[in-house]
């Protein structure tokens, strides 16, 4: 079994950080690509997305996503 963000007492082998700046069009693909990837993986990882004040609706698709992967999580960086 995987473990994923919310087994806290295991360790994670792989974190993989995605900085997003009004990439809304491309998450939902790159997401497909990753768990297509990563499914066969043996070890565990999180995937986080940093949004960097995008003003398209990226943040909603990091929201959409994060339902969906019990291993993703999202941050949004205040305005500048």
């Known amino acids: 079994s995987k473990t994923v963000m919310s087994d806290v ?4 082998f792989l974190t993989i ?8 069009g491309n ?3 790159l997401m497909v690509e990753l768990e ?4 066969l993986a043996d070890f565990s990882y999180e995937i986080f997305f940093v949004d960097d004040c995008s003003t398209d609706n990226s ?3 990091i929201e959409e ?3 969906q ?4 999580e999202g941050f949004q960086l205040p305005s500048k």
């Not at 007492?9 to 994670?12: A, L, R, S, T, V």
């Not at 992967?69 to 993703?72: A, G, H, N, S, T």
């Open 59 to 61: 943040w909603q698709v």
């Open 9 to 12: 007492n295991k360790d994670i």
């Open 36 to 39: 297509e990837s990563l499914k």
């Open 69 to 72: 992967f019990p291993y993703v």
């Open 65 to 67: 996503i994060k339902t």
């Open 27 to 29: 998450l939902k693909p």
């Open 17 to 24: 950080v995605f900085p997003v700046c009004n990439e809304a």
